[in-house]
């Protein structure tokens, strides 16, 4: 096992309880089948909502060990993605254009 697969294997994603009262505003703001992340550092921060799926992705999986690189494992509350909101956006859209040709594909 290379130390990518040890690496994945060992990520620990800590969701925040969501039947707590302070979570159920963000809470339903994020549909079935999507997390809530953060993006970038100190003032340039906000918040994303992103489809699970993109957590199989190879772009976002080396988001998240950029991550883990920076704030380990440990990571408490929203995961937090520590590149500029700019640089995330066009990872996501490299990531939407790839799932949209392949949803294509599979269209009857």
């Known amino acids: 096992m290379g130390s990518r697969e040890k690496s994945l294997r060992s990520f620990n994603l800590h969701l925040p309880h969501l039947h707590h009262h302070h979570h159920k505003k963000q809470a339903r703001d994020v549909p079935k089948g999507c997390l809530a992340?953060?993006?970038?550092?100190g003032e340039e921060q906000q918040r994303f909502v992103v489809p699970v799926i993109y957590f199989n992705h190879p772009l976002?999986?080396?988001?998240?060990?950029?991550?883990e690189e920076e704030y380990g494992f440990d990571q408490k509350g929203t995961i937090t993605i520590p590149c500029h909101v700019?640089?995330?956006?066009?990872?996501?859209?490299?990531?939407?254009?790839?799932?949209?040709?392949?949803?294509r594909c599979f269209r009857v």
């Not at 992340?37 to 550092?41: A, F, L, M, R, T």
């Not at 976002?60 to 991550?67: D, G, P, R, S, V």
């Not at 700019?86 to 949803?103: L, T, Y």
């Open 60 to 67: 976002f999986t080396q988001l998240l060990k950029e991550a």
């Open 37 to 41: 992340i953060k993006v970038g550092q």
């Open 86 to 103: 700019e640089e995330f956006r066009n990872v996501q859209g490299m990531i939407d254009r790839e799932k949209s040709i392949h949803h």
